[in-house]
């Protein structure tokens, strides 16, 4: 559930190359095409869609690295 709602956002905000659906989920977004203006675009819709906030530790670039890096980051907020 979680992965299918990471990729759901990524296919609405990310902007990337490729399908979100499709990728695998330690591919580096950024080298598919995240740009940081689309990253603070997911951060904003993975806050709605797990109604989470994510606190100034993990504003960083390595915390939207991957699929894997984002799950990871839900899951040390309880919402993974």
């Not at 905000?13 to 499709?22: K, P, S, T």
């Amino acid at each position: 559930m979680t992965e299918s709602a990471i990729r759901d956002v990524l296919d609405r905000h990310a902007r990337l190359v490729e399908d979100a659906r499709r990728i695998d989920s330690a591919s580096d977004l950024y080298e598919l095409g995240l740009t940081s203006h689309a990253s603070v675009n997911v951060m904003l819709a993975l806050e709605d869609s797990f109604d989470i906030e994510f606190p100034d530790e993990l504003l960083r670039k390595s915390t939207f690295e991957s699929v894997d890096a984002i799950r990871r980051a839900l899951s040390s907020l309880g919402a993974g």
